[in-house]
């Protein structure tokens, strides 16, 4: 004798919203929180990296020549200045 199939709700898996399984659901739900966390450690490294880098940059500025000194001569005097091993001041 040939057992017959009743069509049954434990045959059909219910559809919760929109027509989808609680499955593929699930499936949905890993894969966006999956892709938020990625974009967030994307955006908490670049967080970092600006926290990281430095906000004040030392330099020592050209001087600017004197009312006694004429255009021509001013850059020769700050290259001068700058190579007689003047400590500098921080």
């Known amino acids: 004798m040939k057992k017959e199939e009743f069509p049954t ?5 219910p559809t919760v919203v929109f027509g ?4 593929e659901l699930l499936v949905i739900l ?3 929180t999956g892709a938020y966390l990625v974009w967030t450690k ?10 990281l ?9 050209l001087e600017e020549p004197g009312e006694n000194e004429s255009g ?3 850059p020769q005097y ?3 200045k700058a190579s007689e091993g ?4 921080y």
């Open 9 to 13: 709700f434990l045959n059909e898996q």
């Open 20 to 23: 989808r399984t609680t499955r």
């Open 30 to 32: 890993v894969g966006l």
């Open 42 to 51: 994307e955006w908490a490294a670049i967080g970092v990296f600006y926290f």
């Open 53 to 61: 880098t430095p906000k004040v940059y030392l330099y020592m500025p």
């Open 72 to 74: 021509a001569n001013a």
């Open 78 to 80: 700050q290259l001068s």
């Open 86 to 89: 003047e400590d500098d001041e």
